[in-house]
């Protein structure tokens, strides 16, 4: 019998929720045949079985939450490549004392981390993740010294985290240190700049059924996801907004002149686009919105790409696919792509590592409604432009009581931003890109 657990989904996920289970005990399943839907991150995952077998225990059903490393099925008879690279695994020392620490049947003491740091064998590459090589890179650890705990011997996140934790003692002694006179001394102690807000409980909640019927909805996938992540975002990112009514009556003379045009080549020539051009011009002039706030290493991490999320509502709740390289593709090659990104969303097609990357988030509520509102910076990223509905409103053009009341198409636009890394007059200046761009867009349009 072998059990088949939860692998490694991705970079930062340690958990997901059963969307479907695809077989039922006594099923024959072949090498790379799909077996479960995982959702996780605001992405559905299929699970393909890494061998042929009999599935002869099925441990979740539809709607459990479950960590990467949880058992989801156990196989009899397994055969394939999958199953030999787990036989092979099993085969070293290694592997058959990789029990991160649990005592064996027979009494046998805890691994130490002087055990796991012998490296292990491999015939060929290790198996691991594009973000789980990534995660060993950044902490320096050599994956053929893994043991690895997933299926067929791959070694997940997880594995890594805890070879570097179990190392980290013994690189704290060897690692030399530079004579005292050498050493910057800082003259604000770093916990001042890494602070994090104070963990503080919620206070337990009443019986509302004490007041009439209620309903319990359990939180669970794209809902719970977002809630985390905003929660995480609001707590660590000092918020503040910059708020801009733009005349966009030139922009959407234009909008209209050649939106048909690009129906017919399968786009949707919207507003969205235009601001995402005019916010990758501001990104440039002023990088600093354009980056991520590393609090540990007291860093501002300045990205030289322009990878742009945007928020698209669906039936599941709230996703930010990213459109890169923004800079590089034209108003048309944009407009054809957002419309297709938009659509796989909606559709719940879009892949985990469609949604990575990105550097900097457009939403936009215009469609509902809405004067305005606060959006919520999309962290790791240090900024986030909202938009309104556009309207037409009477504006005063020029000064004095005897100045004409003309009709315009004004764009409500918010910038929500991380005070840490910029300042409320950076962030009139960056606005002041977004706005010239957006009301003057026969020379915008000119140099793009």
Known sequence: MREFKL?????????????????????????????????????????????????????????????????LFVFDGANGAGAESMEAASDTPESKSSERGRPSGDGAE???????????????????????RRLARELEVDLRAVSG?????????????????????????????????DRKESTQPKEGLSARPLAVESPELPDFSRWGDVERVPLRSVRRTTAIHMARAWSQVPHVSHQELVDVTALE????????????????????????????AALKMHPRFNASFDADAEEIVLKKYYHIGVA???????????????????????????????????????????????????TNIGALGGTGFAPIVNYPEVAILGMARAAWQPVVRGEGESAPIVPRFMLPLVLAFDHRVVDGADAARFMQVVVRALSEPDEFLLRI
């Not at 989904?9 to 039922?24: M, Y």
């Not at 002149?257 to 995402?276: P, Q, R």
């Open 312 to 362: 698209v509502d669906t039936e599941r709740g709230l996703l930010v696919p990213v459109i890169r390289d923004v800079d590089r593709k034209s108003i048309a090659e944009l407009a054809v792509e957002l419309a297709a990104v938009i659509t796989r969303a909606r559709d719940n097609d879009t892949p985990l590592e469609a949604m990575q990357g990105g550097t900097f988030t457009i």
């Open 7 to 71: 692998p490694d989904l991705g970079e930062g996920i340690h958990e997901g929720e059963i969307a479907d289970v695809l077989v039922e005990v006594g099923d024959e399943v072949d090498e790379d045949q799909p077996i479960v839907e995982v959702e996780t991150d605001k992405a559905t995952v299929e699970i393909t079985s890494p061998y042929a077998a009999t599935v002869s225990d099925v441990r979740v059903h539809t709607g459990d939450l479950v960590e990467v490393g949880a058992v």
């Open 110 to 132: 805890p691994q130490t981390s002087e055990a796991r740091t012998e490296p292990v064998s491999y015939d060929g590459p290790v198996p691991a993740s594009p973000s789980t």
């Open 253 to 280: 003379s234009f909008r209209q002149k050649y939106k048909d045009e690009l129906d017919e080549e399968g786009g949707t020539l919207s507003l969205t686009i235009f601001v995402m051009k005019a916010a990758v």
């Open 149 to 181: 705990s997933g299926p067929g011997g791959r070694v997940t996140a997880e594995d890594v985290r805890e070879f570097a934790k179990q190392g980290q003692e013994v690189k704290e002694e060897t690692r030399p240190q530079p004579p005292r006179g």
